[in-house]
């Protein structure tokens, strides 16, 4: 069962968490380790992140700016994205648009579906 989000002391985490998206992407380009599952990520600016591959598991990501990423390689099991804006993102086949409505408009955490 997914707890409630939390604030890591990662490096990485810190990083998104302050909007550094450069130095965020440019780490992970030389393989930085990102373990951000379950943390709060609610209200940032995340429009230039590179979001390949990265673990979003049971994050709380309300009233994020999701605009336009590509979120297909990405883990999004347990995320919650009330409020936020998702307009051009692409979502992993495994969530339904039933569970990317109800986490839009009521914060539930999205369910995959088995494929």
């Not at 930085?32 to 990520?41: M, P, V």
């Not at 979001?51 to 336009?68: K, N, Q, S």
């Not at 979120?71 to 994205?81: M, N, P, Q, V, W």
């Not at 955490?109 to 494929?115: A, G, P």
């Given at each position: 069962?997914?707890?409630?989000?939390?604030i890591?002391?990662?490096?990485?985490?810190?990083?998104l968490?302050?909007?550094?998206?450069?130095?965020?992407?440019?780490?992970?380009?030389?393989?930085?380790?990102?373990?951000?599952?379950?943390?709060?990520?609610?209200?940032?600016?995340?429009?230039?992140?590179?979001?390949?591959?990265?673990?979003?598991?049971?994050?709380?990501?309300?009233?994020?700016?999701?605009?336009?990423?590509?979120?297909?390689?990405?883990?999004?099991?347990?995320?919650?994205?009330?409020?936020?804006?998702?307009?051009?993102?692409?979502?992993?086949?495994?969530?339904?648009?039933?569970?990317?409505?109800?986490?839009?408009?009521?914060?539930t955490?999205?369910?995959?579906?088995?494929?």
């Amino acid at each position: 069962m997914a707890k409630g989000p939390k604030i890591s002391q990662d490096p990485m985490f810190k990083l998104l968490r302050d909007e550094q998206i450069a130095e965020f992407n440019s780490k992970k380009a030389d393989g930085a380790e990102i373990n951000i599952r379950g943390t709060n990520l609610q209200g940032l600016d995340m429009r230039r992140l590179d979001v390949e591959g990265i673990d979003f598991t049971d994050c709380y990501m309300r009233g994020a700016d999701l605009r336009g990423l590509d979120f297909t390689s990405c883990r999004l099991e347990g995320a919650s994205i009330r409020n936020a804006k998702i307009s051009g993102v692409y979502l992993p086949k495994e969530l339904t648009t039933n569970e990317i409505i109800m986490s839009l408009n009521h914060g539930t955490r999205m369910r995959y579906k088995k494929i």
